[in-house]
């Protein structure tokens, strides 16, 4: 009788220890599936600083050319694969890398909506924060500055297309990046940049119109008195 608990308790912990080993292998299989797919999301640029078997390059290369959504979904799969065959060493550093490149776009992030906010002062407010921004970068070209921001105010007063208000972006951030210079740049597309402008635009001549409503109705009301 006692055999049999004995032979039962044996059973359980075999059965307890198998269904660890499962959930481990799997919580493997997906962390390297992840690791694949954010191998997949980075530039052509920043893959190239990536030590990687030419097995595991072919197959991202590959996933970066698929677009249909079922395609790429049985090669993320297959990717994942091919990540269980490298070695951990290359996985390490491959994992180590992925936390550089985030760290160093989530700081390019922040100093992205920092410039936006100096652009936006620039656009709406007065003079003095052309004065705020030749204090924050002395050697800026101040008559370049000036224009820039002039054509930026007449493209929201017009409604018309933000060119020189990119240029403006642009030409903050070449200040910031000249000031502070890092030996490992990680930028976010010039599209993000693009899209990020577009709305941005299109938020001040939402302001300018709300504006111009608001001030034709109140010169409606005092005209009909």
């Known amino acids: ?16 220890e198998d269904w660890v080993s499962k959930t481990q292998k799997k919580k493997q299989v997906d962390e390297l599936q992840d690791i694949g797919e954010a191998l997949l999301a980075l530039s052509k ?23 249909k959504r079922e395609a790429l979904r049985r090669h993320r799969q297959y990717i994942g694969k091919v990540m269980r065959e490298e070695g951990p060493d290359s996985i390490d550093a491959i994992r180590v890398r992925l936390d550089e490149i985030k760290n160093s776009h989530q700081s390019h992030t922040r100093v992205f909506k920092e410039l936006e906010e100096v652009r936006e002062r620039l656009i709406t407010g007065d003079n003095s924060e052309i004065g705020h921004v030749i204090s924050l970068y002395p050697g800026i070209d101040t008559q370049k500055l000036r224009q820039l ?37 990680t930028d976010p597309d010039e599209g993000e940049f693009d899209k990020v402008d577009d709305e941005w635009f299109q938020i001040q001549a939402l ?9 034709k109705t109140i010169l409606s009301h005092f005209i009909w008195r």
């Open 149 to 185: 921001v002039k054509q930026s105010k007449v493209e929201i007063a017009k409604n018309i297309p933000p060119a020189a208000s990119r240029k403006l972006f642009r030409f903050l951030r070449e200040q910031h990046e000249g000031q502070f210079q890092t030996d490992d740049q």
């Open 45 to 67: 640029g920043q893959l190239k600083k990536f030590e990687m078997s030419e097995k595991l390059e072919a197959a991202i290369a590959e996933g970066k050319r698929l677009k």
């Open 1 to 16: 009788m006692a055999d049999t608990k004995n032979n039962k308790s044996d059973k359980t912990n075999l059965d307890d």
């Open 207 to 215: 302001r300018l119109f709300a504006g111009l409503i608001f001030l």
